[in-house]
């Protein structure tokens, strides 16, 4: 596996021109942030799908439905604070409620966005696009499953919103791999200890934890839950019937992202010891990617702790499934 | 043979349609003991004129790609739209009647899911024309030549976004999009000069790039005169169309009720009797001219 460092938002244009190249009526909008979606990779090579409607979330949003009206394929792209916070209600009244196919893309997810600060760190888009009926949320953990989740996105029948960060990150799949879907997840490693659930940055965190875990004799099963909303149910419940207990990381506040999804299921289907590793009740702030990731806790650290709390505590009658 | 010229002919079948989905517009709101009544019956003869004179769209093909779209910026206005739709054949008038119920094709804001005939949601203010924006890039870019025509409600021009994708539309030199303001002069707390004042509204969408007419949004020919105005210009258009609430009931008209009023039994009644006056005025006129001839 390459050592190379590349970031979840440099798959979107990746993904475009790859899509672009295949169907016709693929068009792209942009609230002029091109250059940091990278979107401008497509509006190079196909300028007249391209339309840049200027500094303005909530009418790119509306354009991007009336599109979607008229039968072209769209996806529209921002930083996720603008996108997703800026033009909300035009999100659930002209895309969600109508059940357009938008493919809605958010770049600069999460406190690693670095330097720009809480503004532009945005922490609660996962959950607001997981509370509207009917739509696809997805938070890939690196490149290639970046460029295939959009393309899964671009499939999927009604609205999806794919969560995209700014850090370089190192490859957790194949390059080649393009085995993801609405509603899927993956497991990076097996085990019978205790289930991490996590997404995004968190995988290559919680595959760190794991290998920690195992020398203290708890094999960790890692499920990339990428697929937040359809949450992959069967996958996790299936697993913490094997464990017994769940840690959940995300690069997210506690409230409303996966750790809620997780959580929420488990009570309903098969109650057991959740630990979570997310962003409690603060905003994000200045900083290097590195530095904010450490001190908003984000490591494969709290993963451990959280994982040795949940399994002292695990269920430990196994359940039938 | 009738004396009365062919376009007196037209105008009177024409305002004998706008009577008819008037009714239908008191009615529903009757039936349903909600729904915005005075600002529906405003736009009653722009949403006619549009339907049966302007709008390049048939009830046999309600998907067509290159047939006009017509977006109801000001969502509330639906029992218009509805009528309007009904009366030109898009779905049965007897679904009129559960407009706003459970489950019902009508819902209380326009849902293009739902309801033949209607191209895109809406409800909340301000968000047609942005929609607007977007079929008229998706005409280009498919090279259909198809007009977009957005109805927005004055007040709403208060929002941001409706200037977003006025600056949009001339951004995009889209010639093809048709905005027509009901200048009822009334939002929901009173005037909407008092409230957050709008004027001068065609100097602010000109300086935006677009072409601006004025018209008397009761009077067919006027709003002719001015669409034939901003088709001439090859600019994005803007139609202020000078309205009345409540036009066509005089006890409407005069702003005792207001807003989302519902009319009692009684006013329904009342209501009917003075439009179907106002229905023999133009039958004498159609026929009348005939017995003389």
């Given amino acids: ?321 | 043979m009738s004396t009365l010229p062919e376009c007196a002919r037209e105008r009177l079948n024409l305002e004998r349609r706008a009577v008819d989905v008037r009714k239908d517009v008191v009615r529903m709101i009757g039936v349903a003991r909600s729904g915005h009544l005075v600002s529906s019956l405003s736009i009653v003869d722009i949403m006619t004129w549009l339907y049966w004179n302007v709008l390049r769209v048939s009830p046999e093909e309600v998907s067509s790609p290159s047939r006009d779209r017509f977006v109801l910026s000001k969502g509330h206005g639906c029992p218009a739209l509805y009528a309007t739709l009904a009366n030109r054949g898009f779905f049965r008038r007897e679904e009129l009647w559960s407009y706003r119920r459970l489950g019902a094709m009508l819902q209380g804001h326009p849902a293009s899911t739902r309801t033949p005939g209607v191209d895109a949601s809406s409800g909340s203010l301000g968000m047609g024309l942005g929609i607007a924006v977007g079929m008229a890039l998706a005409g280009r870019l498919g090279k259909a030549p198809y007009r977009v025509v957005c109805l927005a409600g004055d007040g709403e021009m208060q929002e941001g976004a409706m200037w977003e994708a006025a600056m949009a539309a001339h951004h995009f030199s889209l010639s093809k999009i048709l905005l027509i303001i009901d200048r009822n002069g009334v939002q929901m707390e009173g005037e909407t000069e008092e409230i957050m004042g709008l004027e001068p509204l065609d100097a602010k969408l000109e300086s935006f790039g677009w072409s601006v007419a004025h018209a008397d949004g009761h009077d067919f020919a006027s709003l002719g005169r001015a669409l034939a105005q901003t088709d001439a210009s090859g600019l994005p258009g803007a139609v202020i169309a000078r309205t009345v609430p409540g036009h066509g009931v005089s006890f409407l008209e005069n702003g005792s009720l207001r807003g989302k009023d519902a009319l009692n039994r009684q006013r329904v009644e009342m209501a009917l009797r003075e439009l179907e006056t106002v229905e023999r005025t133009i039958e004498v006129s159609l026929s009348g001219e005939e017995a003389i001839s």
């Fill in chain 1, 1 to 321: 596996m390459t050592t190379e460092r590349i970031s979840t938002r440099d798959a979107y244009g990746t993904a475009l021109l790859q899509l672009g190249e295949r169907v016709e009526s693929l068009v792209a909008v942009d609230a002029d942030a091109a250059s940091s979606t990278r979107a401008s990779v497509f509006a190079s090579r196909f300028p007249e799908r391209y339309l840049n409607l200027g500094i303005s979330e909530q009418n790119m949003v509306l354009v991007a439905a009336g599109l979607a009206l008229c039968e072209r394929t769209v996806f529209a792209a921002s930083f996720a604070s603008f996108l997703v916070g800026r033009a909300y209600e035009q999100i659930r009244d002209a895309i969600a409620i109508p059940s357009l196919p938008v493919r809605l893309v958010g770049t600069h997810g999460g406190v690693t966005v670095g330097e720009d600060g809480a503004t532009h760190q945005m922490l609660e888009d996962i959950a607001l696009m997981r509370l509207l009926p009917g739509m696809a949320v997805l938070c890939p953990s690196d490149h290639p499953s970046a460029v295939a989740q959009i393309c899964a996105a671009n499939a999927w029948k009604g609205p999806a919103y794919v969560r995209l960060g700014r850090m370089p990150l190192p490859l957790v799949y194949d390059p080649s791999d393009t085995d993801f879907h609405i509603g899927g997840a993956r497991i990076l490693r097996e085990g019978d200890g205790v289930t991490i659930c996590a997404c995004g940055i968190l995988i290559r965190e919680a595959l760190e934890a794991a290998t920690i875990l195992s020398q203290q004799n708890i094999n960790a099963e890692v499920i990339d839950c990428y697929s937040i909303s359809p949450l992959p149910s069967e996958i996790i419940l299936s697993s913490v019937h094997r464990t017994g207990c769940c840690v959940v990381a995300e690069e997210h506040f506690l409230k409303g992202g996966l750790c809620e999804a997780v959580s929420h299921l488990l009570c309903e289907h098969y109650p057991v010891p959740v630990s979570s590793v997310a962003v409690r009740d603060f905003f994000g702030q200045s900083g290097t990617p590195e530095e904010l990731q450490e001190y908003y806790g984000l490591t494969s650290e709290r993963i451990v702790s959280a994982a040795f709390q949940a399994w002292t505590l695990r269920r430990r009658s196994p359940g039938v499934f």
